[in-house]
């Protein structure tokens, strides 16, 4: 795992909440063809009065078939998200480690440290490797006797308490229970002479919101947004739908998505993390996470559910579009909450305007904008029987996906 300085450490910062509420409000939309029966801004202000009771939740569509999207994903340059939404059973191999036979399969975490491994690993935690820093922790890059990099998340020793402790270990057996290739991969952890260390696949290229605010200098294409999005996608319905527990992640936000150098995403951070109730209702929990991401219906009732990572998945989405943060404060009131400002762009037919400025747009941009804010004011319905499931965001990513690629390959070709 890695975390620059310009994005959020793997633990906790000071803009992750506890108990606490935000100011982002957002609005509903019906994603569909013809027929919409409400216009689009009537849709828009419904969301500030009391929701009536909607249809239910639109199945899979007849043109998605998961083994022939998975060869399509896997096939494509550069992709290697390696997800697929088949039944449980069948899908399991493909989240274990590639290239291995079940014989030699490691399970996520069980390799075992010592602290002197460690320590020489990050030579003795040298602030040179420092590549995260948290409210309640410090993460470092280290390299294993055999070569491998790994991340080390190191907890502060002053804020070692009860409430660290919970964190430390709900992360553990959490991370042990997953595997996947668009989630960071657990090597191990250790606990021993007041140190709480989680070691973790170390990911070299940043974490996604640095490559949104052009840390490196080079502009965020388009195209790789759209990948992103739809690697996350796939982690998230793997932890939803096909994990050994349902999980719900609790803190999806652009900080925790890693990128490889081929700019393939990875989902981190699981100190948040909480195993979802298996009769398909929800848990009553403290409301934890990072404020603009948060589900108003989990502030307001403080029920947990899988529909809650689904509201942050649909802030994400419009950042990737916008480059924005979740909340601006230096900008004028209207524009603050970028997922309010950019939905209200969009009901009133104006979406390609919330573009970031650092991208150029063309047919292919704008009708990939339209779509994918048509499916983030799903996942961002005030209540959660309104939003999709995140196994329909998937689908609908990957239909935009293929209608944005069929409009760039003539352009491209011929040029």
Request: aromatic share 8%; hydrophobic share 35%; charged share 25%.
């Amino acid at each position: 795992m890695r975390s620059g300085s310009g994005g959020a450490s793997p633990w906790r910062r000071s803009d992750e909440m506890s108990g606490a509420t935000t100011a982002s409000s957002a609005p509903e939309r019906s994603v569909g063809g013809a027929g919409r029966g409400v216009s689009f801004l009537d849709a828009f202000r419904s969301c500030f009065v009391p929701p009536e009771a909607r249809s239910p939740e639109t199945s899979m569509s007849d043109d998605f078939h998961p083994s022939h999207q998975l060869s399509q994903s896997l096939s494509s340059q550069g992709s290697n998200s390696g997800s697929t939404f088949g039944s449980k059973r069948s899908i399991k191999g493909m989240y274990s480690p590639m290239h291995r036979n079940s014989s030699e399969r490691e399970m996520p975490g069980s390799t075992k440290f010592s602290l002197p491994q460690i320590q020489k690993a990050t030579k003795n935690f040298s602030p040179n490797l420092k590549i995260g820093q948290g409210g309640s922790g410090t993460v470092y890059k280290g390299q294993l006797a055999d070569g491998t990099l790994v991340a080390v998340k190191r907890a502060k020793k002053n804020v070692y308490d009860k409430h660290m402790g919970r964190e430390f270990w709900n992360e553990i057996e959490t991370l042990q229970r997953i595997e996947h290739l668009n989630l960071v991969r657990f090597h191990g952890y250790l606990e021993f002479g007041g140190e709480q260390l989680i070691i973790v696949e170390y990911i070299p290229n940043g974490n996604l919101r640095e490559h949104l605010d052009c840390v490196n200098g080079k502009v965020l294409e388009f195209s790789q947004r759209l990948e992103i999005v739809i690697d996350v996608a796939h982690a998230i319905t793997y932890l939803h739908t096909y994990s050994d527990h349902p999980v719900i992640h609790r803190d999806i936000k652009s900080s925790n998505i890693l990128l490889m150098n081929n700019f393939r995403a990875k989902v981190a951070d699981f100190g948040f993390a909480k195993l979802a109730p298996t009769d398909s209702s929800h848990v009553s929990t403290q409301v934890k996470g990072t404020a603009g991401y948060l589900d108003p219906e989990y502030l307001r009732t403080y029920q947990l559910n899988e529909k809650s990572d689904v509201y942050s998945f649909g802030v994400l989405l419009v950042e990737l579009v916008t480059g924005r943060r979740p909340i601006e404060p230096k900008r004028s009131i209207i524009e603050r909450v970028t997922a309010k400002w950019a939905m209200e762009k969009f009901v009133e037919g104006n979406a390609i305007r919330t573009l970031d400025s650092n991208l150029e747009a063309n047919d292919a941009v704008n009708l990939a904008v339209e779509k994918m804010y048509e499916l983030a004011l799903q996942c961002l319905a005030p209540t959660k029987r309104n939003r999709p499931s995140m196994r329909r965001c998937a689908e609908i990513l990957w239909s935009i996906r293929k209608d944005y690629r069929e409009l760039v390959v003539p352009t491209s070709a011929m040029n």
